[in-house]
Every structure is written in structure tokens, then in C-alpha cells.
């Protein structure tokens, strides 16, 4: 079975800083991982993903994920965060050796509220 | 944005009463799911189609059916609403021609039955 944690409901950061989202994640085999991102009353929108090779991903919006095999985290991080980067953000992890239907779910974390200070 | 289209975005009714929520994408995706998300929480996949007349249920059961008919329209329907239904239901769609495939999702509709 597949799952992911996000230890954090709530991340606050000071707009300019530095913010990391935390995911850990739990496959049988390697992940394929998922970032997404929900702004209030809004679907959600998808920002990155890890497959396979450099372990570290570019995605949307200056953001990018560290894929850690051995500590089993994808963390989502900026270099500076701005106001508008305030939402709701997901990890979502699918087991690539799940076989017939179940091999395309996604199973998603709880989510992490990020507040940016101005 | 993906090209995925919920209708509507919101709905207030009474319990009893039949419902369908419409869901669309102009992408050409085989795949498409339906999840219900409580307020600031955790997705849960409740319906999911491989195809043209392909439905499965998902991890978290619903008393809600799905039809898949066409490829582009994926309908929820709750023939008797309840306020336990109350929740926001997302759409989402993905090519589905291999496992890494990222999915897509449309805005959702919040649904509430008093």
C-alpha cells in the first residue's frame, strides 16, 4: 500500500524567506511524486513531479522538490516566498509497481497550510 | 489551467433531492476521476474511468454513480442527497497511457444539502 505524510498543518514564512514544505512518502518499489497546489476555492493545480534520474525537480512558479530515496521525502521548497504563494499545498505519491486499476491512483497527503507574512 | 470543466461551481439543496454534476474536458484524456475533498483537507478518489464505458470505485465509498459515455464527460450523480454529501467533489483527467502520467483537475463543485 501506498501513503504519504505532511508533518506540517501549517507552515508561516516571512515574504523573501527561504520556505520548505515537508512530504515523506511510503511505496513498495520506487515513487513517481506529486506536488500540487489549492488556492481557496479554486481546484488544484499542479506545480512539479519526480519520475526518475536528477533528484532534484524544477516546477512551476520558482518552485522545485528534493527527491531523498534514503530518507523517503520529497520537500517542496522555494528560495523566496512571496504573498500570493499563500495556499494550500498537497503531496501525492503513486506506486508504479501497483498492477490492473490501481496502478494510475494517487494517494494524496492531508495538505500543509502556507501562510506568508508580508 | 488544464482545459477541465466542472458545473456548477456551487449547489445549495434540500435533502431528497437528485443530482447530477457535470464534468468535462476538451484534452482527449482516456482517464478521469472524481475525488471528495472536506474544507482543508485530504483528497479521497471515490469514482475513476480507464475509457469510454469504464468505471471502478475508489478507495472511499460514495453513494454516488458515475457513466462514462463519451470520452470527455464523466457525470457524478446522487439520486437522493443527504447532508452527509456535503463536500466539495473535484474532476480530474490524465492521458493515462503510462503510470507517471500527472493529472489534471477542474475547479470543483461545493455542494451542500441541508
Known amino acids: 500500500a501506498q501513503s504519504v505524510a505532511q508533518p506540517e498543518d501549517q507552515v508561516n514564512v516571512a515574504e523573501g524567506n527561504p520556505l520548505t514544505v515537508k512530504c515523506t512518502y511510503s511505496v513498495s518499489g520506487n515513487p513517481y511524486l506529486f506536488w500540487y497546489v489549492q488556492y481557496p476555492n479554486r481546484g488544484l493545480q499542479f506545480l512539479l513531479k519526480y519520475i526518475t534520474g536528477d533528484n532534484l525537480v524544477k516546477g512551476s512558479y520558482g518552485f522545485e522538490a528534493e527527491f531523498n530515496k534514503s530518507q523517503t521525502s520529497f520537500h517542496l521548497k522555494k528560495p523566496s516566498a512571496l504573498v500570493s504563494d499563500s495556499a494550500l499545498y498537497f503531496c501525492?505519491?503513486?506506486?508504479?509497481?501497483?498492477?490492473?486499476?490501481?496502478?494510475?491512483?494517487?494517494?494524496f497527503g492531508k495538505g500543509t497550510k502556507l501562510s506568508v507574512i508580508p | 489551467e488544464a482545459d477541465i470543466y466542472q458545473t456548477p461551481r456551487y449547489l445549495v439543496i434540500g435533502t431528497g433531492k437528485k443530482i447530477t454534476l457535470e464534468c468535462s474536458q476538451t484534452m482527449g484524456h482516456d482517464k478521469m476521476y472524481w475525488y471528495q475533498q472536506d474544507p482543508g483537507m485530504e483528497l479521497h478518489l471515490i469514482h475513476y474511468s480507464y475509457g469510454v464505458n469504464s468505471t471502478e470505485k475508489g478507495d472511499l465509498s460514495s453513494e454516488s454513480t458515475v457513466s462514462r459515455i463519451r470520452t470527455e464527460h464523466f457525470p457524478l450523480t446522487l439520486e437522493s442527497a443527504r447532508p452527509s454529501h456535503t463536500s466539495q467533489y473535484l474532476c480530474a483527467s490524465s492521458e493515462g497511457h503510462w503510470t507517471a502520467d500527472t493529472q489534471y483537475f477542474g475547479p470543483g463543485t461545493r455542494l451542500t444539502v441541508l
Open positions: 501525492a505519491v503513486r506506486d508504479p509497481l501497483s498492477v490492473g486499476a490501481g496502478s494510475y491512483q494517487l494517494t
